[in-house]
């Protein structure tokens, strides 16, 4: 098992960037592909980037290509997101989650970590 902690969220203005970390504990972090979804209030939390095990390839939502970035370090066991160009339509809480395949459903993702809030105002 792995356990994940999120951090980094907060209020930015429109045009911002934030930068979140996810922080691993168990089971060895190279192990798992690595995720980023996120949840605004009222919508069904969604896929917003991964990232495979040696870190090589990576895949973003549509709605955040060229402005999100996904990146992992093996050997801080963290996996981060680097999110530039802030909209307010990015509010949500973000959540970071590993397994040994992954996928876009959040429905294939075994470990979750509890959130971390980012608000984007106009």
């Known amino acids: 098992q792995v356990q994940l902690v999120e951090s980094g969220g907060g209020l930015v203005q429109a045009g911002g960037s934030l930068r979140l970390s996810c922080a691993a504990s168990?089971?060895?972090?190279?192990?798992?592909?690595l995720a980023w979804f996120r949840q605004a209030p009222g919508k069904e939390r969604g896929y917003v980037a991964g990232i495979n095990r040696s870190a090589d390839s990576t895949y973003y939502a549509d709605s955040v290509k060229g402005r999100f970035t996904i990146n992992r370090d093996n050997a801080k066991d963290t996996v981060y997101l680097e999110m530039n160009n802030l909209k307010p339509e990015d509010t949500a809480v973000y959540y970071c989650?590993?397994?040994?395949?992954?996928?876009?459903?959040?429905?294939?993702?075994?470990?979750w970590g509890q959130g971390t809030q980012v608000t984007v105002s106009s």
């Open positions: 168990g089971r060895a972090f190279s192990d798992y592909v």
């Open positions: 989650a590993a397994d040994n395949q992954g996928g876009t459903s959040e429905a294939y993702w075994d470990y």
